[in-house]
């Protein structure tokens, strides 16, 4: 590695870096990966160089092939070598103007169905889990107050701890700093709340929750959404200071039209809507391997089409994904180099890479957790 020193003494620089690698294009965002304010020279000398490039959004598995792509275009315009090195910086980005931000948190996305069944909930542990992979520091809130179920698929059982100052401290898994109601109440009991009593309690957990564990800010919370559009998750999502929505849905048409539903709320709220993941895309064989699309296919394609937003990824109906969240122990973490988790970390990169093209809210201040 080359040690730091003048960069005006050496024959590199950064524009003639940017003449030989500008047209290298980050593929989930389609701009150009470089540019003047995101690399850095930190040192040179007539033999080998080294930058830092700082990156948007968390993509630790797009970082090696990126890397390779700079240092070959460099190569064969340089006999320098080039080292390179990335960092992420992810900023919060705007949300609904008088709705209190969350303190400790900079971005939040809403993992939302309008319909039962689908998915949703392994899909948002999934996303969040991925995004844990790709570097992130990320957050999970399961916002059914009335099915919570972030519980049994992280393997949950133990109760959240209220700190002294009064705090409830999420509990920490697989990377994760996680909160459900269900970890609240008697698992073996309904919660019998009307709406303004569920939207209470939300807020009082997203609010009253300790979620910069180590003074170490989120930079994602997922919040799996309750299914529906109706006064409950209307006023939810109204509560919540959301960044953005993601929607999860099957193929079939009768998912299609209570989804189309659940993208018209978020609209109608002006939170933007990410892209869509369409879950049970194909059923596969557990004996022979085969595949078939036995919800249809293409669904996802065209919900995302009509609403003019991204197809994010598409996940296939795989025993897998049912026994290892039945376990405790979602794709990402059981069989992290499966197929299965590479369709989960290709959706977190599109997920992630979509909220960084949204505009960055630059008077953005976390405030203070105020303790009850």
């Known amino acids: 590695m080359p040690t730091s020193g003048d960069p005006t003494t050496t024959q590199f620089s950064i524009n003639q870096l940017l003449q030989v690698c500008g047209n290298i294009l980050d593929e989930n965002t389609n701009k150009p990966l470089l540019h003047n304010k995101n690399v850095r020279l930190v040192g040179a000398n007539d033999k080998n160089a080294t930058i830092e490039v700082t990156l948007p959004y968390a993509a630790c598995d797009l970082q090696e092939n990126w890397r390779s792509q700079i240092q070959n275009l460099w190569a064969a315009q340089s006999k320098q070598q ?64 009335y099915g919570p179920s972030i519980p049994a698929l992280l393997g949950i059982q133990q109760k959240p701890e209220v700190g002294v100052d009064k705090l409830i401290q ?5 990377g994760l700093q996680a909160l459900s109601i269900g970890l609240l109440v008697d698992s073996q009991q309904a919660v019998a709340w009307r709406a303004p009593m569920a939207v209470r309690a939300l807020t009082q957990l997203m609010q009253q929750t300790n979620w910069a564990l180590d003074d170490v800010k989120l930079d994602y919370l997922i919040v799996d959404m309750p299914p529906g559009t109706g006064d409950i ?10 960044t953005a929505a993601v929607a999860v849905t099957t193929p079939q048409e009768l998912a299609l039209l209570d989804v189309q539903k659940g993208i018209a709320m978020f609209k109608k709220l002006d939170i933007p809507v990410l892209g869509v993941v369409e879950n049970m895309a194909l059923h596969i064989c557990s004996n ?85």
């Open 288 to 372: 022979c391997g085969h595949s078939e699309p036995i919800f249809g296919a293409g669904g996802g394609a065209t919900l995302a089409k009509r609403n003019d937003t991204t197809l994010l990824g598409t996940v296939p109906l795989d025993i897998a994904i049912r026994t290892q969240s039945d376990a405790g122990k979602p794709n990402v973490v059981a069989q992290p180099e499966s197929e299965i988790a590479k369709c989960y970390r290709d959706i977190s990169l599109h997920v992630a890479a979509q909220l960084s093209l949204l505009p960055v809210n630059h008077n953005h201040k976390i405030p203070p957790v105020q303790a009850e």
């Open 233 to 242: 998750q209307l006023s939810m999502a109204q509560s919540m200071p959301l």
């Open 170 to 174: 999420p509990i920490a898994c697989y």
């Open 82 to 145: 080039l080292f390179v090195q990335f960092t992420t910086q992810i900023k919060p980005h705007k949300t609904r103007l008088g709705v209190p931000l969350v303190a400790g948190v900079k971005n939040i996305i809403a993992i939302s169905s309008a319909k039962g069944g689908v998915g949703k909930s392994t899909t948002a542990v999934n996303i969040a889990l991925a995004l844990v992979k790709q570097g992130a520091q990320v957050g999970l809130l399961d916002a059914d107050i």
